[in-house]
């Protein structure tokens, strides 16, 4: 059964700090590449990362560019996005997902695949980080 199970989210001041996994099973990462999102309430769904094992391709968005990064760990066969700096506006539930279509780069400038093409999502976990 494929299975993405994310944790590692929490309270947390802002200006602080947190990682959060994102485990594998029935599946490996290589094959796939990997999205986080997030989804404040009453707000879109925003991708805030992509990135590519295969060609070590990786997308951030402007809002977290310079604070979070992706890493992984093929042995654990887990991902992790490591989250800096946070701030109140990064208050959201995280997802991370998989995709087997590739990140697209065009002119410099990385294309993540569209959220509908994101085959397996985890079940969210929460950060929310005070003023």
């Known amino acids: 059964e494929v299975q993405l199970v994310e944790s590692g989210g929490g309270l947390v001041q802002a200006g602080g700090s947190l990682r959060l996994s994102c485990a594998a099973s029935?599946?490996?990462?290589?094959?796939?590449?990997i999205g986080w999102f997030r989804q404040a309430p009453g707000k879109e769904r925003e991708e805030v990362s992509c990135s590519s094992s295969t060609d070590s391709s990786t997308y951030y968005a402007d809002s977290v560019k310079g604070r979070f990064t992706i890493s992984s760990d093929a042995a654990e066969n887990t991902v992790y996005l490591q989250m800096n700096s946070l701030k109140p506006e990064d208050t959201a539930v995280y997802y991370c997902a998989v995709s087997p279509w590739p990140i697209l780069v065009t002119g410099g400038t990385h294309y993540c695949p569209r959220p509908s093409q994101y085959n397996y999502w985890g079940q969210g976990t929460q950060v929310t980080v005070s003023s």
């Open positions: 029935g599946f490996t990462f290589d094959d796939y590449r």
